[in-house]
């Protein structure tokens, strides 16, 4: 258990619906990110959010839409995917690294996103 | 942009001592970071480099040479539980914009 909480662990979608993925921390963490994991690639930076404020879009596609409404909450809203979205989807929250002296961060268990 | 370069795997025998070895080309750095992730399950910190030199935690260290862009992750007394793909991470270009390497899976064998 990380601290970071993430639903639903397993999600399974078609091309034409639209869901979202939730992301919760309560460790008093200031940033917020998503990152996208496929087998055989690193892990994909996408959002990060920093006081609730999006400071980082790694160039992703607008059928991706991340939404932070407070400190301990991130969404990932996910609308007209395409099979090659299937990926694990993973959710992480650090604290500021001029506090802790270096960048930790904590990740969710992901979600499994399969899209058919 | 960022790249990162480490293994793909690695096989090593229980007990014995085995190093992962991460090299990266980035600009802006800040630091290395060292995570652990098991099959199924979160990645999960294990050590961060900022400056020049050795961190030790337990059977783990991690090293970092900031002028040869190069970084490794030493396992000592390699126990069967240590079988899960490590990932470097660089941060670099803003404190919390975290690049991660493609992963090592280490493999250890009875």
């Known amino acids: 258990e990380t601290g970071v909480t993430q639903t639903p662990r397993h999600l399974v979608m078609g091309m034409t619906n639209k869901k979202s993925l939730k992301c919760e921390q309560h460790?008093?963490?200031?940033?917020m990110y998503w990152y996208k994991q496929s087998a055989k690639k690193p892990l994909e930076l996408m959002f990060v959010?920093?006081?609730?404020?999006?400071?980082e879009n790694n160039s992703v596609p607008s059928r991706f839409s991340p939404e932070c409404p407070n400190s301990s909450h991130l969404f990932l809203h996910l609308h007209t995917l395409q099979p090659e979205d299937s990926a694990l989807y993973l959710c992480?929250?650090?604290?500021?690294?001029?506090?802790?002296?270096?960048?930790?961060?904590?990740f969710g268990q992901g979600t499994r996103l399969t899209v058919v | 942009g960022q790249s990162l370069e480490q293994p793909s795997e690695v096989t090593a025998v229980e007990g014995a001592i085995v190093q992962i070895n991460c090299t990266y080309q980035t600009s802006g750095f800040y630091g290395l970071s060292w995570y652990q992730q098991h099959d199924g399950g979160a990645p999960t910190f294990l050590s961060y480099?900022?400056?020049?030199g050795l961190e030790e935690t337990g059977r783990f260290s991690s090293f970092l040479s900031r002028s040869d862009s190069y970084g490794y992750l030493l396992l000592q007394e390699l126990q069967m539980k240590d079988s899960a793909s490590y990932f470097c991470a660089v941060t670099a270009g803003g404190y919390q914009k975290v690049t991660f390497g493609t992963g090592t899976k280490l493999q250890v064998i009875p």
């Open positions: 460790l008093g963490h200031n940033a």
């Open positions: 480099n900022g400056l020049d």
């Open positions: 959010y920093n006081f609730k404020e999006q400071t």
């Open positions: 992480a929250s650090s604290q500021d690294p001029l506090v802790t002296g270096n960048t930790e961060a904590f």
